[in-house]
C-alpha cells in the first residue's frame, strides 16, 4: 500500500543537513554552554552562531532579541502572559486590553484564556470576515487606552490564510506615534518560516514566535524574537539563561539543527513557494478534471500555498478521514493540538459561520517531498469514496 503524508502542517521530518550539524553536540561537543571551561565556550559559540544566525534572517538589531525555548507555544504563552504580566503588576493597569482574532492557534486563544480567567486581562477576540482575514480597521476601532498588546497569526495553521501583517504593522506604527502608552505587536509565525518573508522590520512587529519542527528542523526546540526594550516578565526562572529571560541550559543539538533548518528555509523560500503552489494547483485541477464536488475553504488569492483547506458536502470529514487513513493517506481534520477533540474545526466554523461546514471540512498540507502522484493516488481515493 502506498503511503502518503500531507499532514506538513503538524509537522516535518528532520533534514539530513539539519541532522548533520547536530550530531557533534550530542556526543562530542556535548559541554554545558553557561560552563566557564573551555570546552563549555564551545558549546556557547555554537548557541552563539545559532542566534546571530536566526537573528541576521530576520534582519533584527540585536541577538539578545533572539530567545529560544522548547516550543512555538511556550514562545506563544511567553509573549502574551510575559508582557501582560509586566503591565499588571508592574505598570500597575487595573486591567491589560489584549486585542487578537477568534481564529487563533489554541496556543494563542488558552493563554489569554488563563489570563481572562485570572481576572488581569481583558480580550477581544475579532471575527475574521468572508475571506478568512481580520479587517486592520476593526483593530483600529478596538483599540481602548489601556491596550496594550495585539497578537495575530502571520499564516493561519488550519486555513492557510496570511494575515495583513504588513498593513497591520504599519497603522500600529503610527498610532504608537501618536500615544503616550505603545500597543505592542506580536505575531504567529510558527507557520510562515517556509513561504513568507520573515524581516521583523517590514512587518513591524515587536515580538515574533517561530517554530523548528515546521521547517525541517528538530522538535523541542522554537523561539521568540522579542524586539528589545519591549517589556517581559519571565515564565520560567532560574539560573539567568536566555539573558535571564528564561531558565533552563540550552539545548545546543535542537539550536544548531533549528538554525541550519532555518537558514536553509530562507534560502530556499522562493523554490519553496513554487513548489507548493504547484502542487496545490495540480491537486485542486485534478479534483475538478474527476468532477469530484468541493469548495475551497483557503483564501487562495492571500495564503501560503502549503495549506488548502476543502470542503465536501457529501462526507463528513471523520468519515474521509478515516478512509484515507485506512488507504496509507495522511490528512488532518484541523490544527494536529486539537485533534483529539470531538469538536468540528473552530477556524472554519467561524469563517463561514457554519459548524456544519466545519464538520465537512478537511486541511490537506504539502511537504517539499510531495510529488504529482502522491497527488493522483490522493484524487483516486477521493473520488472513490465522494
Same mark, same amino acid.
Given at each position: 500500500?502506498?503511503?502518503?503524508?500531507?499532514? $506538513?502542517?503538524? #509537522?516535518?521530518?528532520?533534514?539530513?543537513?539539519a541532522?548533520?550539524?547536530?550530531?557533534?553536540?550530542?556526543?562530542?561537543?556535548?559541554?554545558?554552554?553557561?560552563?566557564?571551561?573551555?570546552?563549555?565556550?564551545?558549546?556557547? =559559540?555554537?548557541?552563539?552562531?545559532a542566534? %546571530?544566525?536566526?537573528?541576521?534572517?530576520? %534582519?533584527?538589531?540585536?541577538?539578545?532579541?533572539?530567545?529560544?525555548?522548547?516550543?512555538?507555544?511556550?514562545? *506563544?504563552n511567553y509573549?502574551?502572559?510575559?508582557?501582560?504580566?509586566?503591565?499588571?503588576?508592574?505598570? *500597575?493597569?487595573?486591567?491589560?486590553?489584549?486585542?487578537?482574532?477568534?481564529?487563533e492557534?489554541?496556543?494563542?486563544?488558552?493563554?489569554?484564556?488563563?489570563?481572562? %480567567? /485570572?481576572?488581569?486581562?481583558?480580550?477581544?477576540? /475579532?471575527? +475574521?470576515?468572508?475571506?478568512?482575514?481580520? &479587517?486592520?480597521?476593526l483593530i483600529?476601532? *478596538?483599540?481602548?487606552?489601556?491596550?496594550?498588546?495585539v497578537?495575530?497569526? $502571520?499564516? *493561519?495553521?488550519e486555513?492557510?490564510?496570511?494575515?495583513?501583517?504588513?498593513?497591520?504593522? &504599519?497603522l500600529?506604527?503610527k498610532?504608537n506615534?501618536?500615544?503616550? =502608552?505603545?500597543?505592542?505587536?506580536?505575531?504567529?509565525?510558527?507557520?510562515?518560516g517556509? #513561504?513568507?518573508?520573515?524581516?521583523?522590520?517590514?512587518?513591524k512587529?515587536?515580538l515574533?514566535?517561530?517554530s523548528?519542527?515546521k521547517?525541517?528542523?528538530p522538535? !523541542?526546540?522554537?523561539?521568540? $524574537?522579542?524586539?528589545? !526594550?519591549?517589556?517581559? /516578565?519571565?515564565?520560567?526562572?532560574?539560573?539567568?539563561?536566555?539573558?535571564?529571560?528564561r531558565?533552563?541550559?540550552?539545548a545546543?543539538?535542537?539550536?544548531?539543527g533549528?538554525a541550519?533548518?532555518?537558514?536553509?528555509? $530562507?534560502?530556499?523560500?522562493?523554490? %519553496?513557494?513554487?513548489h507548493?503552489?504547484?502542487?496545490?494547483?495540480?491537486?485542486l485541477?485534478?479534483?475538478?478534471?474527476?468532477?469530484?464536488?468541493?469548495?475551497?475553504n483557503?483564501?487562495l488569492?492571500?495564503?501560503? +500555498?502549503?495549506?488548502?483547506? /476543502?470542503?465536501?458536502?457529501?462526507? #463528513?470529514? @471523520?468519515?474521509?478521514?478515516?478512509?484515507?487513513?485506512?488507504? !496509507?493517506?495522511y490528512?488532518?481534520?484541523? #490544527?494536529?493540538?486539537?485533534s483529539?477533540?470531538? @469538536?468540528?474545526?473552530?477556524?472554519?466554523?467561524?469563517?463561514?459561520?457554519?459548524?456544519?461546514?466545519a464538520?465537512?471540512?478537511?486541511?490537506f498540507s504539502f511537504?517539499?517531498?510531495?510529488?504529482?502522484e502522491?497527488?493522483?493516488?490522493?484524487v483516486?481515493?477521493?473520488?472513490?469514496?465522494l
Amino acid at each position: 500500500m502506498r503511503e502518503v503524508y500531507l499532514d $506538513y502542517a503538524a #509537522t516535518t521530518p528532520l533534514r539530513k543537513e539539519a541532522k548533520e550539524a547536530m550530531e557533534i553536540y550530542f556526543q562530542e561537543i556535548f559541554a554545558n554552554p553557561v560552563s566557564l571551561h573551555s570546552f563549555g565556550q564551545k558549546a556557547l =559559540k555554537a548557541v552563539d552562531e545559532a542566534r %546571530n544566525k536566526i537573528k541576521e534572517i530576520l %534582519n533584527a538589531d540585536d541577538f539578545r532579541e533572539i530567545i529560544f525555548t522548547a516550543s512555538s507555544t511556550e514562545a *506563544n504563552n511567553y509573549a502574551l502572559k510575559g508582557l501582560v504580566f509586566y503591565f499588571y503588576f508592574k505598570a *500597575n493597569y487595573k486591567k491589560v486590553h489584549v486585542i487578537t482574532s477568534s481564529i487563533e492557534h489554541p496556543s494563542i486563544l488558552d493563554p489569554l484564556a488563563d489570563l481572562e %480567567n /485570572l481576572e488581569i486581562a481583558e480580550v477581544i477576540y /475579532l471575527p +475574521p470576515d468572508k475571506d478568512g482575514l481580520i &479587517n486592520p480597521q476593526l483593530i483600529i476601532d *478596538n483599540l481602548q487606552e489601556n491596550t496594550a498588546l495585539v497578537s495575530l497569526h $502571520y499564516i *493561519n495553521s488550519e486555513l492557510g490564510n496570511r494575515q495583513k501583517v504588513e498593513e497591520i504593522g &504599519n497603522l500600529l506604527e503610527k498610532i504608537n506615534n501618536q500615544r503616550e =502608552k505603545k500597543i505592542f505587536y506580536h505575531l504567529d509565525a510558527a507557520q510562515a518560516g517556509l #513561504t513568507e518573508d520573515l524581516d521583523v522590520k517590514k512587518l513591524k512587529c515587536d515580538l515574533m514566535t517561530l517554530s523548528s519542527h515546521k521547517i525541517y528542523g528538530p522538535k !523541542g526546540i522554537a523561539a521568540l $524574537y522579542l524586539k528589545l !526594550g519591549t517589556p517581559l /516578565l519571565r515564565l520560567i526562572s532560574g539560573s539567568g539563561h536566555e539573558f535571564d529571560l528564561r531558565g533552563g541550559t540550552e539545548a545546543v543539538p535542537l539550536i544548531v539543527g533549528f538554525a541550519k533548518a532555518f537558514e536553509l528555509a $530562507y534560502q530556499e523560500k522562493e523554490k %519553496n513557494k513554487n513548489h507548493f503552489k504547484e502542487i496545490r494547483d495540480y491537486f485542486l485541477k485534478k479534483l475538478q478534471e474527476e468532477k469530484i464536488t468541493f469548495e475551497v475553504n483557503t483564501n487562495l488569492q492571500n495564503s501560503s +500555498p502549503k495549506i488548502l483547506n /476543502l470542503y465536501f458536502a457529501s462526507k #463528513t470529514a @471523520e468519515e474521509i478521514f478515516l478512509y484515507l487513513d485506512l488507504n !496509507g493517506v495522511y490528512v488532518s481534520p484541523g #490544527t494536529a493540538c486539537k485533534s483529539r477533540s470531538a @469538536e468540528p474545526s473552530y477556524m472554519v466554523a467561524e469563517v463561514f459561520r457554519s459548524k456544519e461546514r466545519a464538520k465537512k471540512s478537511l486541511r490537506f498540507s504539502f511537504g517539499l517531498e510531495t510529488t504529482f502522484e502522491d497527488i493522483d493516488y490522493l484524487v483516486s481515493l477521493l473520488k472513490k469514496i465522494l
